[in-house]
């Protein structure tokens, strides 16, 4: 029997050979949702799965993520460092303030206080050479260069004090300086500051590096670079890894072998500074030349 009218099946006109863009496959999956990859009505292409939550990573509407715990440490420990100076730190908690900026997004404290039990304190961190630095886990090339940044800033400054006055007249800037470049050393150097005739710096010159407990020193050598910079006077200064800055009888008899070539030449010997962790001590002033 024929299907009257109302029963016949209803065939979209065609465009272009398609069927009318409204019943295209998969042009609409179910009624009131949009192309959008979301199978929820209402929600945005957002990639959240429920409405109402923010794009946080967070799984319950209405939560926030928490900031992490050391962002409000690093905060209170700048403030303790502007309002009651250095001093109220300790010196895990000053190393603290130096790694924030090499590791911007880590609690950093308990690294802190890994480095001040390995070296023993806050100035043998700084001093400590990259490969001993590098054996410590956490430790990378960014925080050896805040380290060695931090050294050479204390180093500089030192120098300019000494630098700006007469050095037989600011004899405790020069002290000051030897230490802060020297003293926490975890290898023997020898350094010699070469002084014109009102004996300001000329310049301040390492010029051996050796080991553990030794350096060699070649007496001629340092009268040779004192006649190239037209020096009239020097300091010698060489440090003690051990800490104990009581000078040996080699350290003696080096420094007596130097002033006995340099004398004839118009070269005076000032003093030979010994430094360590421990002090320093001074030949002049031990009347050992």
């Known amino acids: 029997m024929a299907k009257r009218p109302e029963e016949a099946a209803f065939t979209a006109p065609a465009v272009d050979g398609f069927p009318h863009p409204e019943l295209r496959q998969g042009a609409l999956q179910e009624p009131g949702l949009q192309d959008s990859g979301l199978q929820d009505s209402g929600l945005q292409d957002s990639g959240l799965q429920d409405s109402g939550l923010k794009d946080s990573g967070l799984k319950d509407s209405g939560l926030e993520e928490a ?6 440490h690093r905060e209170r420990l700048r403030e303790r460092f502007r309002q009651a100076g250095p001093e109220a730190l300790a010196d895990y908690e000053l190393l603290e303030l130096v790694l924030f900026r090499a590791v911007p997004r880590a609690d950093v404290k308990p690294l802190a206080k890994k480095l001040i039990e390995r070296f023993g304190s806050f100035a043998e961190v700084i001093a400590a050479s990259p490969e001993r ?3 410590v886990k956490g430790v990378g090339e960014a925080i050896i260069t805040e380290f060695k940044v931090v050294g050479a800033a204390v180093e500089r400054v030192t120098r ?5 006055r007469p050095v ?3 004899w405790s800037a020069v002290l000051a300086h030897c230490r802060a470049s020297m003293a926490f050393a975890d290898k023997e150097q020898f350094r010699i500051l070469f002084l014109d005739k009102r004996n300001q710096l000329i310049l301040d010159e390492v010029q051996q590096r050796g080991t553990v407990d030794h350096t060699p020193v070649y007496p001629r050598e340092v009268v040779k670079r004192a006649l190239e910079l037209a020096a009239s006077a020097v300091i010698l200064v060489h440090n003690h890894p051990s800490g ?3 000078p040996s009888s080699a ?12 004398k004839p030449l118009g070269i005076e010997v000032h003093d030979h500074i010994i430094v360590g962790k421990d002090g320093h001590a001074s030949l ?3 009347r050992l030349i």
């Open 67 to 72: 900031a992490p715990h050391f962002v409000g």
């Open 133 to 135: 630095l590098r054996e």
């Open 160 to 164: 300019e004090a000494v630098r700006a």
């Open 168 to 170: 037989l007249s600011s």
């Open 244 to 246: 104990d800055p009581t």
């Open 251 to 262: 350290d003696i008899q080096m420094t007596k072998t130097i002033i006995d070539v340099a």
């Open 284 to 286: 002049r002033g031990l």
